[in-house]
């Protein structure tokens, strides 16, 4: 587009892309930032509830186990048919021994009584309950979880020892695991479970090295009453929540929501800078015209404004140049006819049309004093399709007159315009410029306007001026033609004068 070519155009659109692009990147900031702030926040909530509720779910299944090894205990059920009951894997235990078992004669790994015997340095029983039931952990290879151990009874003894089974004490954590990364840690930092993404990693056992994500919540269970351990940290990572609305993250909707107001302020903008610099390219090709010697050139631009203000200055300005060289015209021409040695009504014409368009609504009048010392007048009526006409001769009371006619404005003393049949109209000003030859008036100007200060004298007496010069030069030529034809001390024709 040819507004942007210029740099007055691109510095207005920028300025309004900036005065928009401010305010609209910080209100969507903020709008992100605050819809970000209430997401995070509900999903905290989320979180913290379901981590608080899987800790609970994987409690209540310890207190389960702990309440099936003391009804063990305190009814003596015969080994077999409680590991027939509770042992599998879809069952509360993995494994489970009694006291009075025997141990079984080659084993291909150790048994349950050794793995005891090797994490109950670390186990504490409790001393409330009947039956006091102890809880330790035993390490698995391969970086496999942990496995808990129940045992009820005495710490050097016990009567029974329970292998939780991994799969029914952890599923409500399995469960709850589709969009948040579990880990469940001891007072002593020890992991005993790690899952992302519903998969259990190979990291249980060892010392707790990750910190906690952004996004993690924190729940403790304590364990030391009922089972004489340190107390679980259930800790749920989320990954960071990104905002979405039909599908598409927020961020990307209010990118688009800003880009298409971006788009419409720079529409409107545009629309808005033509029409303001609509005047000032009016008056560039003005100026242009005006400059190639197209003296009508005028600007159309109709505005209340500063542009209609430098629009109207134009015009007057080119109306102006174009009345002064109209001017430098008619005096131009004015001097031709002069030097020509044209007849003095030719030159009155070419007097009245120039003043014609210097006072286009004024009256004028034009008279002068002709060879024959007769008093002539040529008038213009005011009207712009007027003609120049040659009027009557005047009587000879008015001819007397006249040679007394004196260069006065506020004299109404035989008004060249205030004839019989073109009297003077009332409350018009009149501008009289007379030429006088040796004490007496020889020619005068008469200009009449309804306002006084509409007349700027320049112009007539310009053309007075140089009026002056043309009868001084025409008395001139006949004094010499006189002399030449007449004697000098008679006065009397010469009959050795020169005859044409």
């Known amino acids: ?299 159309a631009v109709v505005r209340a404004d500063e542009f209609g203000e430098l629009a109207s200055a134009f015009n007057t300005m080119a109306s102006r140049i174009d009345a002064q060289w109209a001017m430098l015209e008619g005096f131009a021409l004015l001097d031709r006819d002069i030097l020509e040695q044209k007849p003095v009504h030719q030159i009155a014409e070419t007097i009245l049309r120039q003043l014609a368009i210097q006072y286009p609504d004024a009256r004028i009048a034009f008279a002068w004093i002709d060879s024959d010392n007769r008093l002539v007048l040529c008038t213009h009526d005011g009207q712009s399709s007027g003609q120049m006409q040659v009027e009557r001769m005047l009587t000879l009371d008015e001819a007397r007159a006249f040679r007394v006619l004196a260069e006065d404005l506020d004299s109404r003393s035989l008004a060249l315009l205030d004839l019989p049949e073109r009297p003077l109209r009332l409350r018009e000003s009149l501008l009289r410029l007379v030429v006088q030859s040796g004490g007496n008036t020889v020619a005068a100007i008469e200009i009449a306007l309804q306002d006084r200060s509409a007349i700027a004298p320049q112009a007539a007496l310009e053309v007075r001026d140089r009026l002056a010069v043309a009868l001084a030069a025409r008395e001139r030529e006949r004094e010499l033609v006189h002399r030449a034809m007449h004697d000098s001390l008679t006065g009397l024709a010469s009959r050795f004068a020169l005859h044409a």
């Open 1 to 299: 587009m040819i507004i942007l070519r210029r740099r007055v155009a691109n510095r207005l659109l920028g300025a309004f892309l900036l005065a928009a692009l401010i305010p609209l990147v910080v209100s969507d900031w903020i709008s992100y930032a605050a819809v970000r702030d209430l997401t995070s926040s509900l999903a905290e909530k989320n979180r913290s509830s379901a981590v608080r509720q899987a800790g609970r779910q994987v409690f209540d299944r310890l207190l389960a186990a702990k309440a099936v090894l003391t009804s063990l205990n305190l009814s003596h059920t015969d080994p077999a048919s409680a590991r027939a009951a509770l042992v599998g894997e879809d069952l509360m235990f993995r494994d489970l021994i009694a006291r009075a078992e025997p141990p079984p004669t080659a084993p291909s790994a150790p048994t349950l009584g050794e793995r005891w015997a090797l994490c109950a340095t670390s186990a504490v029983f409790p001393s409330t309950g009947k039956v006091p039931v102890a809880l330790c952990a035993s390490a698995n290879p391969g970086g496999a979880p942990v496995s808990l151990l129940l045992a009820s009874g005495a710490l050097d003894g016990p009567d029974w020892i329970g292998e939780i089974n991994g799969d029914f004490l952890w599923s409500p954590i399995v469960s709850a695991s589709d969009e948040l990364d579990w880990r469940v840690i001891d007072a002593a930092g020890i992991e005993w479970i790690s899952l992302r993404n519903g998969v259990v990693l190979p990291s249980a056992g060892r010392p707790a090295g990750a910190p906690d994500g952004v996004n993690a919540t924190r729940s403790v269970i304590f364990m030391r009453a009922e089972f004489g351990a340190s107390d679980w940290s259930f800790i749920a990572n989320a990954p960071i929540q990104v905002v979405r609305w039909q599908g598409l993250p927020l961020a990307t909707w209010l990118s688009l929501v800003a880009v298409a107001t971006l788009l419409m302020i720079s529409l409107a903008s545009l629309r808005l800078i033509r029409r303001v610099l609509a005047p000032l390219r009016a008056l560039n090709q003005g100026t242009l015209q005006l400059a190639e010697g197209i003296r009508s050139t005028r600007v």
